[in-house]
């Protein structure tokens, strides 16, 4: 398939591909990994045609149907997110399907026999061509992507960015493609639509490769991975853990090596130095620096890769808590009108619970009531004796004052940090030396991400309350992440698409029902799903169950959500949920218009990259902004689709007892 000889790109001064050459076999799944900066996206965008090389030669066979994800939704998509899955399909059926509707539309008010005769022909064609099972295709894989079927009808203009690429990635899907580029296709998703993304890859038949952090997805997806460091680009046959094995091998084995040069290179420069003053030695000693030289070479090719970070977080934690940490009963959580009714658990000191659902079931909503950031709309909740709770948002990062250095942000985070404590937190979130001195302003989104971290951890608290906190992370830093919670003495309640550090931490999962029911089981991800099936309890993480509202279960156990469509609305009930209405409408506009202004503000940004040229730093400047403005877009994002949600379940109520919206 597609094969790369001696490519090179610089920016600047920097070489981020120095002669890599590779030819990617057919019917594998290759896994792209490196860190932060190496030069993964660089690579994929050259593949892709994004990016011109500098050098080298990049061969494309003429049967090659190339597929990947673009970087922004198309802005002029059909009228509906069907119609717009079905314009991703094949090239060949495309027009056919517009065809089809047109004429099958203008059936609609034209019997003529002209009509029926184009009717029967086109109609012909699409069943000749499976028209009517690319549409089946396409409802399957919207339906795997979390899509409703009420959802197919709308406009993707009124979607969320997240949904938007969602609705890329569908018709990639669609497209079948027989060379597969993915820069992290399980952003966006929640835990049921990446598994089914997970399953759909695994059967894929075409060569497949593909950027993530999602350790999960690395283990169990890839037959090859490939490592880019220093420019260079390393094959390694397996998947990540066989990748890390194999590095270690080798980096012992190059380490062996460099001690020998290193050992001889010394005995070679003694004997200069002894003797080289001395006519009959002179010649020996000059043979001896051409030598030194040579071996000094070969160090410096043996040594240019840096083992892998190996450092330790610990936690600090407050005073102990009571037995009890958190209880609800009879919860209501919500915007003005409830995401979820009759909420009932008890959190237990040590427990660490994994808030597991599909995307706007109200899981972040749920977390910020617990954290009190948002009130509860009716109910108990309760701390438990001596609790003292800790909160990290998905939008932490716009927590930090950007003016101020790192060390400064974590000190200023509690009055009972020091600055020994704060420099320990930040040196194991890998802020080294002078770097704790940097100004925020100037750091990456992941730089950014484990700043936000720091000051959580510096509070000293112990009930941690925790919502994505391993976005912008990389696969150390979240490790590292994952062995301090496990050896966190407190207690931890989060919401987290990664499944490795879900697995890695939770000692319960707390399902979450697109219907409102939610459950606490014991154990791990397999554990829940073990559980669920024997107790009749759906299965959030498969992309059905979760991700459709399901029928009520008879285990006494769960926790039941009564609708406000079961009951009869009175005046007053009318006129409160109305005002509701008008409420959410209004935040929703403002979260549209913050959206809007987001993306035309990465947009700009997008153009200001593209005329850096080798301006190097000036590229590294814009991309931080572009970073901040992303995690805003996001945010706001997140926000609109629950406020809409709730908004969408509002009107359904005032339908269903026969009253006007």
Request: with cysteine; hydrophobic share 40%; net charge negative.
């Amino acid at each position: 398939m597609i094969r790369i000889e001696g490519l090179k790109k610089t920016f600047g001064v920097k070489t981020v591909l120095d002669d890599v050459s590779f030819h990617f076999p057919e019917g594998e799944r290759i896994a792209l990994v490196g860190a932060n900066g190496a030069g993964k996206t660089t690579l994929l965008d050259i593949l892709t045609g994004e990016q011109d090389l500098d050098a080298g030669q990049l061969i494309k066979p003429s049967r090659l149907k190339l597929g990947y994800l673009p970087q922004e939704p198309n802005p002029d998509p059909e009228s509906s997110v069907l119609e717009e899955a079905l314009a991703g399909g094949p090239g060949y059926i495309q027009d056919l399907v517009r065809r089809h509707r047109r004429v099958s539309e203008a059936m609609a008010s034209d019997y003529s026999e002209d009509i029926h005769r184009a009717w029967d022909a086109v109609d012909d064609e699409f069943r000749q061509q499976n028209g009517y099972a690319i549409d089946g295709m396409a409802r399957s894989i919207l339906s795997g992507l979390g899509f409703r079927e009420t959802m197919l009808g709308q406009s993707p203009k009124s979607l969320s960015g997240g949904w938007r690429m969602r609705l890329e990635l569908a018709k990639i899907f669609l497209n079948k493609p027989n060379f597969l580029i993915l820069d992290e296709p399980t952003n966006h998703l929640d835990l049921p639509s990446l598994v089914w993304v997970e399953n759909w890859l695994q059967s894929f038949d075409g060569i497949l490769l593909f950027v993530s952090h999602d350790q999960s997805l690395l283990r169990r997806l890839p037959t090859t991975t490939l490592h880019l460091n220093s420019g260079r680009l390393t094959g390694y046959k397996g998947n990540f853990d066989h990748f890390l094995e194999e590095r270690e091998k080798r980096l012992n084995e190059e380490a062996a090596m460099a001690d020998n040069l290193r050992r001889r290179r010394e005995h070679l420069e003694k004997f200069v130095e002894r003797f080289g003053a001395k006519a009959t030695k002179a010649s020996q000693a000059q043979s001896k620096l051409k030598m030194i030289a040579r071996i000094r070479d070969l160090e410096s090719g043996v040594t240019g890769e840096a083992a892998l970070d190996s450092m330790h977080l610990s936690i600090p934690l407050g005073p102990a808590s009571g037995r009890t940490v958190l209880s609800i009963e009879d919860g209501v959580i919500g915007y003005g009108h409830p995401l979820c009714e009759g909420l009932g658990v008890l959190v237990e000191r040590g427990q660490k619970i994994a808030v597991i659902g599909a995307n706007g079931i109200g899981k972040s909503t749920l977390l910020k009531t617990i954290a009190q950031k948002i009130n509860p709309l009716a109910g108990t909740f309760k701390l438990g004796h001596n609790v003292a709770l800790s909160w990290f948002a998905q939008d932490q990062l716009e927590t930090l004052e950007s003016d101020k250095s790192v060390l400064d942000n974590v000190l200023a985070s509690s009055s009972a940090v020091t600055n020994q404590i704060a420099r320990s937190i930040l040196g194991a979130l890998l802020f080294s030396g002078d770097d704790v001195n940097k100004l925020v302003k100037v750091l990456s989104g992941g730089e950014k991400a484990r700043v936000g971290l720091a000051r959580l951890l510096a509070n000293q608290a112990n009930f941690l309350v925790l919502d994505e906190p391993t976005n912008h992370l990389d696969i150390s830093s979240c490790e590292i992440l994952s062995q301090a919670i496990r050896d966190y003495e407190g207690t931890v309640m989060f919401v987290s698409h990664d499944r490795e550090f879900i697995d890695g931490v939770c000692t319960h999962v707390f399902a979450m029902l697109p219907d409102g029911r939610a459950r606490l089981f014991e154990g791990s991800l397999e554990d829940y799903r073990r559980q669920a099936k024997l107790s009749g309890f759906p299965d959030v993480l498969d992309p059905v169950t979760g991700s459709q509202p399901a029928a009520a279960a008879s285990n006494k156990n769960a926790t039941h959500v009564t609708s406000s469509s079961s009951r009869d609305l009175s005046e007053s009930d009318v006129v409160s949920l109305r005002r509701d209405l008008q409420r959410l409408q209004k935040k929703i506009d403002q979260l549209d218009r913050d959206i809007e202004k987001a993306t035309l503000e990465i947009q700009g940004l997008d153009q200001k990259l593209a005329g850096c040229g080798g301006d190097f730093q000036k590229a590294g400047e814009i991309s931080t902004i572009k970073q901040d403005a992303e995690s805003r877009l996001a945010a706001s994002e997140q926000e609109w689709l629950e406020i809409s949600e709730t908004a969408e379940k509002i009107r359904t109520t005032l339908k269903e007892n026969g009253r006007s919206v």
